[in-house]
């Protein structure tokens, strides 16, 4: 009970608002995106993983568009499922979470690449 609190409690935390119009929607969440986008970038440029130098015939961003895509209409599934403990997201956050991964994306793939 005590980890299914926190999980709720950590969701509903990051799920703060930050800004929102009829075309922006920034939340807390939104920061976990741009660090997906790094990690996902990081994998795909530093992987000698087999699968990942067969992608690299594909642009990097390409392979980061499709893995982003892919996880939000994961996501859409999973938040419409009954019991769900995420509450569901409107299209214009899906939207802006995947520019929000792509962002993350650009930044490892541009300037932090020494890590």
Excluded at 52 to 59: D, G, H, N, T, V
Excluded at 96 to 108: A, R, S
Aim: avoid cysteine.
């Amino acid at each position: 009970m005590g980890l299914l609190f926190s999980v709720e409690r950590l969701a509903s935390d990051l799920g703060t608002v930050l800004y929102k119009n009829s075309n922006i929607f920034i939340d807390k969440w939104s920061l976990v995106h741009v660090l997906f986008g790094i990690l996902i970038m990081y994998y795909l440029v530093k992987s000698d993983a087999w699968f990942i130098k067969k992608l690299r015939k594909y642009s990097s961003y390409s392979i980061l568009f499709f893995f982003l895509v892919t996880f939000e209409i994961y996501e859409f599934y999973i938040y419409g499922k009954p019991g769900s403990i995420l509450a569901s997201e409107t299209s214009i956050d899906l939207f802006w979470d995947v520019v929000f991964g792509m962002l993350g994306g650009f930044l490892y793939k541009n300037y932090v690449k020494f890590i």
